[in-house]
């Protein structure tokens, strides 16, 4: 039984490569109009790291018939929402409008896809630098544990793979940041045939489909970006261990590895695994490390879907009273139980239903569903294939999910990084 509910779903491809993908749903009178740019910090190189992100916040500042930060003001006017995100591998930017101000959503995002440039000026780029590094100073430097994040890819994925820097950017690179690296930047990688359209909501289809060709169509392609292939660091020869001191108050141990990349099958049996180990009060990492040793205040488990490669990573912060070294332990001991046997009928059940309850709400979202959507064309021309992304999860025995911690979670592979208090560290 398929798993999912199908969507009904069309595909189009203009004459300069915009992908477009429409999915009618007239339940509610909203579209959700999203799209991805195939770019992310991993397209940046060493000395010019944060371009991706920088831009993310350069295309709210004006375009050419745009004012700056009309952008948002001419969206939220009509009632609607907009953001963009940027990561490793793309940028995206969306607006969930009233079904009848589609082609105002349109517009905005065609005015900055083709006419930027001539807004651009050294003022706006001076002043979103400036952003931007505070940006960085709120969410990395002066927050507790903030730097672990990047230190992690750092040592998970060492040069000259494109995850090794941080997607916010090295605060040097961004200040020697020039209007010249911008715009080349912008001409590379902005445009119609590097990025996905995807419509959600409530549209007829063909008039959708005139009016994005209306805005879209005479968009000129760009020099053209060459599709990545997964690909993953060298495992390493021996654990990477490093300890870092944070102006933290209790220790914090992060252990990861670098895994398969998103799409493939042992990344979807790893992501069960994420569950069976840490989602709930009865998983045994919490059941053991928080609630009977109480080692730990809190633990966790996550898996990344990333395009080149993945993370998996697991964060425990030790309790007050508790010994790190004997928090690890028990980490370890816990990993070594998940690679000895495969997870029980009722823990892999219990898995299968955090993933369909997640998926499932997603798909309720407009917005979401949509960026779903656009993912499944940015990554791998396929749309269609969301349809059948629970099956994939479903489809994963147990025995695969004791493979993926016996072959992909060895102590050798991982990276284990303690962040701890100034104090500690001295």
Same mark, same amino acid.
């Given at each position: 039984?398929?798993?999912?509910?199908?969507?009904?779903?069309?595909?189009?491809?203009?004459?300069?490569?915009?992908?477009?993908?429409?999915?009618?749903?007239?339940?509610?009178?909203?579209?959700?109009?999203?799209?991805?740019?195939?770019?992310?910090?991993?397209?940046?190189?060493?000395?010019?790291?944060?371009?991706?992100?920088?831009?993310?916040?350069?295309?709210?500042?004006?375009?050419?018939?745009?004012?700056?930060?009309?952008?948002?003001?001419?969206?939220?006017?009509?009632?609607?929402?907009?953001?963009?995100?940027?990561?490793?591998?793309?940028?995206?930017?969306?607006?969930?409008?009233?079904?009848?101000?589609?082609?105002?959503?349109?517009?905005?995002?065609?005015?900055?896809?083709?006419?930027?440039?001539?807004?651009?000026?050294?003022?706006?780029?001076?002043?979103?630098?400036?952003?931007?590094?505070?940006?960085?100073?709120?969410?990395?430097?002066?927050?507790?544990?903030?730097?672990?994040?990047?230190?992690?890819?750092?040592?998970?994925?060492?040069?000259?793979?494109?995850?090794?820097?941080?997607?916010?950017?090295?605060?040097?690179?961004?200040?020697?940041?020039?209007?010249?690296?911008?715009?080349?930047?912008?001409?590379?990688?902005?445009?119609?045939?590097?990025?996905?359209?995807?419509?959600?909501?409530?549209?007829?289809?063909?008039?959708?489909?005139?009016?994005?060709?209306?805005?879209?169509?005479?968009?000129?392609?760009?020099?053209?970006?060459?599709?990545?292939?997964?690909?993953?660091?060298?495992?390493?020869?021996?654990?990477?261990?490093?300890?870092?001191?944070?102006?933290?108050? #209790?220790?914090?141990?992060?252990?990861?590895?670098?895994?398969? /990349?998103?799409?493939?099958?042992?990344?979807? %049996? $790893? *992501? &069960? +695994?994420?569950?069976?180990?840490?989602?709930?009060?009865?998983?045994?990492?919490?059941?053991?490390?928080?609630?009977?040793?109480?080692?730990?205040?809190?633990?966790?488990?996550?898996?990344?879907?990333?395009?080149?490669?993945?993370?998996?990573?697991?964060?425990?912060?030790?309790?007050?009273?508790?010994?790190?070294?004997?928090?690890?332990?028990?980490?370890?001991?816990?990993?070594?139980?998940?690679?000895?046997?495969?997870?029980?009928?009722?823990?892999?059940?219990?898995?299968?239903?955090?993933?369909?309850?997640?998926?499932?709400?997603?798909?309720?979202?407009?917005?979401?569903?949509?960026?779903?959507?656009?993912?499944?064309?940015?990554?791998?021309?396929?749309?269609?294939? #969301?349809?059948?992304?629970?099956?994939?999860?479903?489809?994963? /025995?147990?025995?695969?999910?004791?493979?993926? %911690? $016996? *072959? &992909? +979670?060895?102590?050798?592979?991982?990276?284990?990084?303690?962040?701890?208090?100034?104090?500690?560290?001295?």
């Amino acid at each position: 039984m398929h798993a999912s509910p199908r969507l009904p779903l069309e595909r189009h491809r203009l004459d300069n490569g915009l992908r477009i993908v429409l999915q009618p749903d007239r339940a509610l009178p909203l579209v959700a109009v999203n799209l991805w740019y195939h770019v992310g910090s991993r397209n940046e190189r060493p000395g010019r790291t944060g371009l991706a992100h920088l831009f993310e916040h350069m295309l709210f500042q004006g375009s050419g018939n745009v004012g700056t930060n009309e952008h948002f003001r001419y969206v939220q006017q009509v009632g609607g929402v907009a953001n963009g995100s940027t990561w490793l591998d793309r940028t995206n930017y969306y607006e969930t409008m009233p079904s009848h101000h589609l082609d105002l959503a349109l517009w905005l995002e065609s005015d900055r896809m083709g006419f930027l440039l001539p807004a651009l000026d050294q003022a706006k780029l001076d002043r979103q630098r400036d952003v931007v590094l505070n940006e960085r100073r709120q969410t990395v430097d002066n927050q507790p544990y903030g730097r672990a994040g990047e230190r992690l890819y750092e040592l998970s994925f060492p040069l000259p793979h494109p995850y090794h820097w941080p997607v916010l950017g090295y605060p040097a690179d961004l200040e020697a940041t020039t209007l010249e690296d911008v715009e080349s930047f912008f001409r590379r990688f902005y445009a119609p045939d590097n990025a996905v359209l995807t419509l959600a909501g409530d549209f007829e289809p063909p008039r959708a489909l005139a009016s994005i060709e209306r805005y879209f169509g005479d968009l000129p392609r760009g020099p053209g970006v060459e599709a990545p292939s997964p690909r993953p660091p060298p495992r390493p020869i021996g654990e990477r261990r490093e300890t870092m001191a944070d102006g933290v108050e #209790l220790t914090r141990i992060y252990h990861a590895w670098t895994l398969p /990349a998103y799409g493939q099958r042992a990344w979807y %049996a $790893a *992501d &069960l +695994l994420t569950s069976v180990l840490a989602e709930g009060k009865s998983s045994p990492l919490y059941r053991e490390l928080v609630y009977e040793r109480q080692l730990a205040q809190d633990v966790g488990v996550y898996l990344q879907p990333t395009e080149l490669a993945s993370m998996f990573l697991v964060v425990a912060t030790a309790r007050p009273e508790a010994e790190p070294n004997e928090l690890e332990r028990a980490l370890d001991d816990q990993l070594a139980a998940a690679a000895a046997r495969p997870p029980t009928g009722e823990e892999l059940e219990r898995a299968r239903n955090h993933v369909r309850v997640d998926f499932l709400q997603q798909l309720q979202s407009l917005d979401q569903r949509a960026d779903l959507l656009s993912q499944q064309t940015t990554y791998f021309d396929a749309p269609e294939r #969301l349809d059948g992304e629970l099956n994939l999860y479903l489809d994963v /025995a147990a025995e695969e999910i004791q493979a993926a %911690a $016996a *072959d &992909l +979670l060895r102590p050798e592979h991982r990276v284990a990084l303690r962040v701890v208090p100034h104090e500690m560290g001295a």
